[in-house]
DNA sequence: CTGGGGCCTGCCCCAAGGGGAGGGTCAAGG
DNA sequence: CCTTGACCCTCCCCTTGGGGCAGGCCCCAG
């Protein structure tokens, strides 16, 4: 019998000692025979082919739980579930890529030619809101249900892009922080008051007139969470250039939130995102 | 003045409650006053921006240790160093998905297109060897001046391929285990004894006849270590699929080691990264 | 039979916080 | 003035995947 000790069986696995008796500690690789009077581990050659896609999925960062599952699969599915963590990877990749870029051109003093900082003033408007306190897995399908409900045909419109649906975070929607967002949609003074007659779980309220400062985030259906923040850096970077108060304070999330506008001009849905600010 | 309590500026700047107070601990980011009665901490808006820098810092996974350092960079050299960061970023992602990619290919049972393994037949010869515990960085240095070394014109050369220059790894070579690895220098036996006398740090031995399987690694400056095991576990799929000894003993590591080959032929230096078998 | 290397368990340590207990503070409303 | 609820404090334990070390066996070769 071709057994080899624990250090042996470490080399060829390129794992650990120490890690060898974790794996064996935890049932994800035990040893084949454990002399129960020294409590010395024994390994057989057979057993390298775990250890080695063990090592492998670890070098990969996969967690020791997930492996645990991931070995007693077969080849195909596993280069299945492989194939899927590693589109994960990439995603995860390319967003650190982007803020890396805009964080670079921040601090190198260029400007941020990824987003085009534009401005324009909003009236003064009548909107119906509904408000939850969401996750960003809600924040997404509960979004498109009501921005369909909101942009619903027999609501009167409001003239130009201020008659655009838009919602407001006013929280940040993360894993452990749930909003609250806000859907809105503009309505026309004169049907205001009709409305409130039969408002369900939408509330009427009048927004001031203010200043936003936008970027455009391209088509509705590309919206990722994760650039948002980048948006809101590259308005930030703006309003310091601006000299919108140098307290940070112009740019006001706390106060008048950070928008998502989304304008449904031909060509298809597409995204803004604003910050308000009140001069 | 613009004071706010902690949950306010964890809110604007992204970072958790809990993660303010740690920077607070460690003097990465203490509040502008700490009332002493109440341990109450106030920030003020002109901290948010180095608090924001930090986040996005964090979430490209810098340590808080090289934060604390770079915070006190200005832009251009903290650009700087981001740049030179997600170099090694980019680097360690792609030697990722080359692990990825080689995994797949291998758990799917499809042939792997990256490496072709060949089989060459090594004679028996002598061979002028030096042998040294090496860190991975000592390991490219010394590994020049030895091949330099052992090329050395005076010296006779062996016909063909098995007159190469050549390393053996007998040990894994990597941050905490350190080699050892041999450079070996094939010389006819001819003059092999007039060579015994002036031998200085080298040693002169003879290598079995053997067989090899190797793969063919490109360009002796390109070569990264991290590229090695995929090469190894293409080396070891072709032997199970050759049924060279299911339990993996015939491609024998442990026994003749895993050789890398200079070949200094024509358009350059090239590299075959081989293992040695005992038929 | 003795030395040296291999191996054992058990304990503490790391980063970068998260979670919660138990208790003090602040500001607004009644 | 009092209460209530939100906010904040410190302290302690928990996480992942091991690394390092102490103190003590074990095993094999000379």
């Known amino acids: 019998?071709?057994?080899?000790?624990?250090?042996?069986?470490?080399?060829?696995?390129?794992?650990?000692v120490k890690a060898l008796r974790l794996y064996d500690e935890m049932g994800l690789l035990p040893p084949s025979r454990v002399e129960s009077a020294s409590g010395y581990r024994y390994y057989t050659p057979d057993q390298l082919e775990r250890?080695?896609?063990?090592?492998?999925?670890?070098?990969?960062?996969?967690?020791?739980?997930?492996?645990?599952?991931?070995?007693?699969?077969?080849?195909a599915d596993l280069a299945e579930w492989l194939g899927e963590h590693w589109r994960v990877a990439e995603d995860e990749h390319a967003t650190?890529?982007?803020?890396v870029n805009?964080?670079?051109?921040?601090?190198?003093?260029?400007?941020d030619d990824m987003y085009e900082v534009k401005v324009r003033d909003v009236p003064e408007r009548h909107v119906l809101c509904v408000k939850r306190h969401v996750t960003p897995a809600q924040a997404w399908d509960l979004g498109k249900e009501f921005i369909a409900r909101l942009r619903d045909a027999r609501l009167p419109r409001v003239e130009g892009t201020a008659g655009d649906v838009f919602a407001?975070?006013?929280?940040?929607?993360?894993?452990?922080?749930?909003?609250?967002?806000?859907?809105?949609?503009?309505v026309p003074e004169s049907a205001a008051e009709a409305l409130a007659a039969r408002l369900g779980?939408?509330?009427?309220?009048?927004?001031?007139?203010?200043?936003?400062?936008?970027?455009?985030?391209?088509?509705?259906?590309?919206?990722?969470?994760?650039d948002w923040p980048l948006a809101e850096s590259a308005l930030r970077a703006w309003a310091k250039e601006q000299r919108l108060g140098e307290g940070g304070l112009a740019i006001a999330p706390e106060e008048l939130g950070m928008r998502v506008t989304y304008a449904?001009?031909?060509?298809?849905?597409?995204?803004?995102?604003?910050?308000?600010?009140?001069?």
């Open 201 to 226: 779980d939408l509330t009427l309220r009048v927004e001031p007139a203010h200043r936003e400062a936008y970027v455009e985030m391209g088509p509705y259906e590309d919206q990722r969470a994760e």
């Open 51 to 75: 250890a080695r896609l063990i090592a492998s999925l670890r070098r990969l960062d996969v967690p020791l739980a997930d492996i645990a599952g991931l070995v007693e699969l077969d080849g």
């Open 1 to 16: 019998m071709d057994e080899m000790g624990i250090g042996e069986f470490a080399r060829r696995s390129r794992l650990s």
């Open 264 to 279: 449904f001009r031909p060509g298809g849905p597409v995204c803004d995102f604003a910050a308000a600010y009140a001069e």
């Open 102 to 111: 805009a964080l670079v051109v921040e601090l190198s003093g260029r400007r």
């Open 96 to 99: 650190r890529r982007r803020l």
């Open 168 to 186: 407001i975070y006013w929280g940040e929607v993360s894993e452990d922080s749930d909003g609250p967002v806000e859907w809105c949609r503009p």
